[in-house]
């Protein structure tokens, strides 16, 4: 029994990865279509999002930049959030882009070693987040079909990002080791001019088309997740298991199917609970701020990608990312609750709390 139970552990990935491709021929037709529609969503929303930003950063990174970021916000970045001010330079390009460039900067500049170790994890914890595009248009006025929807999402996001980066200042806080940048900077010749523009510009390209394919091969792959889980019913049963839970929030079947496909992939769950037909939409919404702040394992992996190259550690992630779902879920509950000309309805909502 030994043998065979450290069999098992020993080839648990070898497994998954034959009963992933025996499913695969298994339901050939579903999951056709949820690669189609993988593809179609990175090639329509995410590269055009994103792959710009891509290269800017790249661009970015062989200027003054960072330095002249640092110096500015150094005043505070480090009172507040207890990193350099060139942590300010993640903070800024992961608010205005949107997943996962904040993780990708990050361990570049721990790699360069910009930053100390315990500093690119507190700022990991909190700089990778979903962008204003995709939170205004493509939720705000392509889920919900209102513009306040995405700016109320927009706006709880960026405040429960903030806050887990206050929370996280406390993340190893006795280790005051400070990066070698200063120094090492001035040995660096991050100078771009006429001699070198095109190596700069094809370098800043290449790099770029590479981490746009690696987040397109997430995309399709989680997608198709999704069509297996849900053609094999292994959804209805994770659903079935977790009803009393549901339950006990008054959360009906509809969105935990949202919630649960929310948790593997982001885009798929927020979809699935936008269409769903509520008289107080606000319930939906709390949801969807919830499901923005964690982004979900595809986006996870994703940022695993990155951080695997470097030394730093993903768990610090994964609890700001749990954080920050939690408080913007309960910032958009106070914005609807206080803001009564939204004119979404949290009576039910308030009862619960006031029950619970």
């Known amino acids: 029994m030994k043998v065979f139970t450290f069999s098992i552990k020993k080839n648990f990935f070898n497994i998954i990865f034959v009963v992933f491709t025996l499913l695969l021929v298994f339901f050939s037709s579903s999951n056709l279509v949820a690669a189609k529609n993988g593809l179609y969503l990175w090639a329509n929303n995410v590269i055009p999002a994103l792959f710009p930003f891509f290269i800017a950063t790249e661009l970015l990174s062989h200027t003054n930049v960072i330095n002249i970021l640092g110096r500015f916000f150094n005043k505070f970045m480090r009172p507040i959030f207890n990193v350099p001010g060139e942590g300010s330079y993640p903070l800024i390009m992961g608010i205005i882009s949107g997943y996962p460039v904040g993780a990708k900067i990050v361990s570049d500049m721990r790699n360069k070693n910009i930053l100390t170790k315990p500093e690119a994890e507190r700022l990991l914890a909190f700089t990778n987040n979903s962008g204003p595009l995709f939170i205004l248009g493509t939720i705000g006025i392509g889920l919900f079909k209102d513009t306040t929807t995405g700016l109320v999402l927009l706006i709880t996001h960026i405040l429960a990002s903030l806050t887990v980066g ?62 297996i889980l849900n053609q094999s019913h292994i959804i209805d049963l994770i659903v079935y298991i977790l009803n009393p839970i549901f339950k006990f929030f008054n959360i009906n079947s509809d969105f935990a199917y949202g919630i649960i496909n929310g948790f593997l992939e982001i885009t798929n769950g927020l979809q699935q ?65 206080f803001f009564g000309f939204l004119s979404l309805d949290l009576s039910n909502i308030v009862s619960l709390f006031e029950y619970v």
């Open 273 to 337: 609970i936008s269409v769903i037909p509520i008289k107080h939409i606000s319930f939906s919404i709390i949801i969807c701020a919830f499901i923005l702040g964690f982004g979900g394992i595809s986006v996870l992996l994703q940022v695993y990608s990155f951080t695997s190259k470097s030394d730093i550690s993903i768990k610090p992630y994964i609890l700001g990312k749990f954080l920050q779902g939690a408080i913007a879920a309960f910032y958009t509950f106070l914005v609807f609750h």
């Open 166 to 227: 206050i929370i996280f200042r406390f993340w190893k806080f006795k280790n005051t080791n400070i990066a070698s940048y200063t120094s090492m900077s001035k040995t660096q010749n991050n100078t771009v001019n006429i001699s070198n523009i095109g190596d700069v510009l094809s370098t800043a390209i290449k790099n770029s088309i590479i981490t746009i394919l690696n987040i397109g091969g997430f995309i399709v792959l989680f997608s198709v997740i999704i069509s």
